[in-house]
């Protein structure tokens, strides 16, 4: 137990982006840096005093230092930019550590099995070709279809991919990796606009079941995940069904019109027309030049459908209402207080 809670204290207050220092300023009654060092080490174990100064310093419920870790993640593949800094990046991992066990926890409760099956194990991609490929033989094997996907996030739980979207700066876009090594977990910034998770939650799940020829590199690897993005969110017979094989320019209506059905970005669809070579490089150079000066796309649209999941909550409220856990420990699953809760479940 002592392990168990010291791992919770140094997990709650990486999460809250604090020192050992910073920590011990806020504690009340006080506390010094030094014994929560010990209590991170597992050297001394807090009494129920100081987890209770502890919990409301962190923000967390006390329990929370008792609950044992029932997941790691690995082989993580992190996307963001220059300024997010290591101690946010810390935290973000401890926040969808969390959720992720959360997650998993409720469906252990319900009997839930997950059982990914990767059907793109043995396919090679060296280049743009092998990604168009490899999304032809996915939407097949997924029975996806080649029309608008109406929701990303739900799409890829239903293909038991755990999709967690997180509260974080823009600076960060998304994250891939594998749970105790047998379960795929993609990371969205729920910050963004929906063109934006739908586009990043794909561009990790390739990450997440491409196999890249090694001699690649990290940006073309990346180019490559942008061009499975892209392909699915509008698949090559049906961008070529919407624009045509052959363009000398491509009017702003046409883009916002696709933008709001198929939940693309005008960039990225003009990106992709590039790729299939529906329009020259010269072409898409002055297309890059022009929205320089609208990179949020501000009055070119917006997707239409919803783009999230709600399956973790539904399945938190189906344990509760089967009394397989009770009211307190649904709130506590769903991170919110229980009156909370209450107001929110409602049995019929």
Known sequence: MKDIVAKRIKSARVMAGLSLRELSNMM?????????AKYENADMMPDSKVLIALSQALNVKPDYFFRPYSVNIQNIAFRKRQKLGVKKINALKEEITEALSRYLEVEQFLGIETSFFNPLINVLIKDGDDVESAVEQLILHWKIGI???????EMLEDKEIKVIETDAPLEFDGLSGWADDNIPVIVVNKNYENERKRFNALHELGHTILQFDTNLSEKEVEKLCHRFAGALLIPKETFFTELGKNRTSISLNELKTIKESYGISVQAIMARAKDLEVISPNTFLQFRIQITKNRTEKGLG?????????RFKS????AASEE????????????????SFRDEFVTV
Request: with cysteine.
């Open 324 to 339: 397989i856990i009770s009211m307190s420990k649904a709130a506590n699953l769903c991170n919110v207080k229980l009156a």
């Open 315 to 318: 399945l938190v409220f189906r």
């Open 302 to 310: 917006q997707f239409l459908g919803k783009e999230r999941s709600d």
């Open 28 to 36: 009340e009654p006080s506390v010094s840096y030094n014994a929560i």
């Open 147 to 153: 029309n608008a996907i109406p929701n990303v996030i």
